[in-house]
Nanobody, 124 residues
Framework: QVQLVESGGGLVQAGGSLRLSCLASGRTFSNTALGWFRQAPGKEREFVATVTWSGSRRYYADSVKGRFTISRDYAKNTVFLQMISLKPEDTAVYYC?????????????????WGQGTQVTVSS
C-alpha cells in the first residue's frame, strides 16, 4: 500500500497561486497514475487532474484547464499541483490519490490509496 501525504494548502486571495505537493511512500508507485481530487463543502468529491506513470499524459477537469498544472518528480516520489489564477470556487479540500485505472476522462477510477487532504481557501 502506498501512503500519500499532501501539503501546500492555505488561504489565498482570488487571482493568487498555490502549489500543492503529495509525497508518496511505502510500496513503489511505478506503473501507477497519480491524481488530484477536491471536495467543496456540501458537494461531492470531483476529479481535478491526473498524470500517468510515464508522465507523458496529463488530464484535467474542464474547470481547471489552463490554470492548473500537474507534474511528478520521480526522484522525490512526489506529485505537484501548481494552481494559478485561483477563484473562490476553487475552495475545497484537495486530495491526492494513486491507482492504475482511469476513466475515459482521465480521472483515476477507484483509486488504491488516498491522502488525508489539504485545505485550499480562496477569498474574493
Amino acid at each position: 500500500q502506498v501512503q500519500l501525504v499532501e501539503s501546500g494548502g492555505g488561504l489565498v486571495q482570488a487571482g493568487g497561486s498555490l502549489r500543492l505537493s503529495c509525497l508518496a511512500s511505502g510500496r513503489t508507485f511505478s506503473n501507477t497514475a497519480l491524481g488530484w481530487f477536491r471536495q467543496a463543502p456540501g458537494k461531492e468529491r470531483e476529479f481535478v487532474a491526473t498524470v500517468t506513470w510515464s508522465g507523458s499524459r496529463r488530464y484535467y477537469a474542464d474547470s481547471v484547464k489552463g490554470r492548473f498544472t500537474i507534474s511528478r518528480d520521480y526522484a522525490k516520489n512526489t506529485v505537484f499541483l501548481q494552481m494559478i489564477s485561483l477563484k473562490p470556487e476553487d475552495t475545497a479540500v484537495y486530495y491526492c490519490a494513486t491507482g492504475t485505472k482511469l476513466t475515459m476522462a482521465g480521472a483515476l477510477h477507484e483509486p488504491d490509496s488516498w491522502g488525508q487532504g489539504t485545505q485550499v481557501t480562496v477569498s474574493s
